[in-house]
T-cell receptor, first 108, second 115 residues
Framework: EAAVTQSPRNKVAVTGGKVTLSCNQT?????MYWYRQDTGHGLRLIHY???????EKGDIPDGYKASRPSQENFSLILELATPSQTSVYFC???????FGKGTRLTVV | GEKVEQHESTLSVREGDSAVINCTYT??????FPWYKQEAGKSLHFVID?????DRKQSQRLIVLLDKKAKRFSLHITATQPEDSAIYFC??????????????FGEGTKLTVSS
């Protein structure tokens, strides 16, 4: 089964600080995704990628950047973290969308 | 853009009964409809999917129905068991650049199976 690994699993950040969430997949999938999950909103797509060097805006990209330096790695970057970005973030890969275990981010 | 609505936010059934979760979508171009299960405190994992070239698919106790005219699809769980208790998410894909799929999710249905 596809392995999608997220790090860190938990993060507390200060408002205005920079946060980088990392994702690694080992199944050579072209597509990778970053979602956030909030109560009442389900999963919302932030950014996605079709392959190395590609990043595309999802439905809620404001305040986030993404980077896909290689087939295996896809990062989500919060340049200036805000409390509204407190959430659980999921990385996923592949056409059937295999999910990582999630990162719980708290911005204080 | 595509919107996916999941009609039941919560659903309670007794063990052995069937559970049905309904979703609707807005974009007629959507062609792929997967379902995911999320147990408490855990990540999502894929359970079953259906593509627009068929209107029914079954995998053991899971049945997915697709009605393209009504833009509606549903997950039927038969002979429910307590371990079926979880949040279930439906999703729909819009084909994007290069044929890649951008999945849009519903808000989730919390299913509780009581014994």
């Amino acid at each position: 089964e596809a392995a999608v690994t997220q790090s860190p699993r938990n993060k507390v950040a200060v408002t205005g600080g920079k946060v980088t969430l990392s994702c690694n997949q080992t199944n050579n999938h072209n597509n990778m995704y970053w979602y956030r999950q909030d109560t009442g909103h389900g999963l919302r797509l932030i950014h996605y990628s079709y392959g190395a060097g590609s990043t595309e805006k999802g439905d809620i990209p404001d305040g986030y950047k993404a980077s896909r330096p290689s087939q295996e790695n896809f990062s989500l970057i919060l340049e200036l973290a805000t409390p509204s970005q407190t959430s659980v973030y999921f990385c996923a890969s592949g056409d059937a969308v295999f999910f990582g275990k999630g990162t719980r981010l708290t911005v204080v | 853009g595509e919107k996916v609505e999941q009609h039941e936010s919560t659903l309670s059934v007794r063990e052995g009964d069937s559970a049905v979760i309904n979703c609707t979508y807005t974009d007629t171009a959507s062609s792929y409809f997967p379902w995911y299960k999320q147990e408490a405190g855990k990540s999502l994992h894929f359970v079953i999917d259906i593509r627009s070239n068929v209107d029914r698919k079954q995998s053991q106790r899971l049945i997915v129905l697709l009605d393209k005219k009504a833009k509606r699809f549903s997950l039927h769980i038969t002979a429910t068991q307590p371990e079926d208790s979880a949040i279930y998410f439906c999703a729909a894909s819009m084909e994007g650049q290069g044929g890649s799929a951008k999945l849009i999710f519903g808000e989730g249905t919390k299913l509780t199976v009581s014994s």
